[in-house]
């Protein structure tokens, strides 16, 4: 993850991040690190303040952490559009080092996305529903929303809407989950 991208974040997209809760949701970059999230973010799929910096990146996760792979229950599908908008967007990147660098990281150490990359899919990015399948509140439905900050850059913020009262219903619980258990390690550590 680039830490220059996290250090130029403005104070009030962290703020927003917080007050969007208990929805999930995280800004990321067109590369697909990402830069910031929230709470409930942080714990949707795996517990993300666990995830090394430099590990966090969406398409990574997807093709190498289990856990974060346990919690897609679309995951082919989902690894084939990603990587077809990763071909897509990378178009317009092919000079910049960080690009070519995940490129050649995903190809050494996933051979599925090396499969999927030889097919040379392009798609682009558009708001869809998504699922993910959370060990604490069970599987949660999202219709996901993406909001670009800062074009130029390929800052984006994603927002994870509940689809259904139910996953509401999780997301709520799950915050709440998350809260506490932040709260309870803040007050053992203080």
Avoid at 60 to 84: C, K, N, Y
Avoid at 127 to 143: A, C, I, Q
Wanted: glycine letters at 6%.
């Amino acid at each position: 993850m680039p830490t220059d991208a996290v250090d130029t974040l403005p104070c009030g997209v962290r703020q927003m991040l917080r007050q969007l809760e208990p929805f999930p949701a995280l800004v990321q970059n067109a590369r697909y690190d990402i830069l910031a999230y929230n709470t409930v973010y942080g714990g949707l799929l795996t517990d993300l303040d666990a995830v090394a910096p430099c590990d966090r990146n969406c398409m990574w996760l997807s093709f190498t952490h289990p856990g974060w792979q346990a919690a897609m229950p679309d995951r082919q599908e989902t690894v084939r559009q990603m990587t077809a908008r990763f071909r897509a967007r990378m178009a317009e990147h092919l000079a910049e080092p960080a690009w070519k660098a995940l490129l050649c990281r995903m190809q050494r150490e996933s051979p599925e996305f090396r499969e999927l990359w030889e097919r040379h899919e392009v798609a682009r990015a558009v708001d869809h529903r998504k699922s993910f399948d959370n060990p604490h509140v069970g599987r949660l439905h999202f219709t996901f929303q993406g909001l670009w900050l800062n074009p130029a850059e390929g800052a984006r913020l994603g927002v994870y809407v509940p689809a259904d009262d139910g996953t509401h219903a999780g997301v709520t619980k799950l915050h709440t989950l998350l809260t506490e258990r932040t709260t309870a390690s803040a007050a053992t550590t203080g």
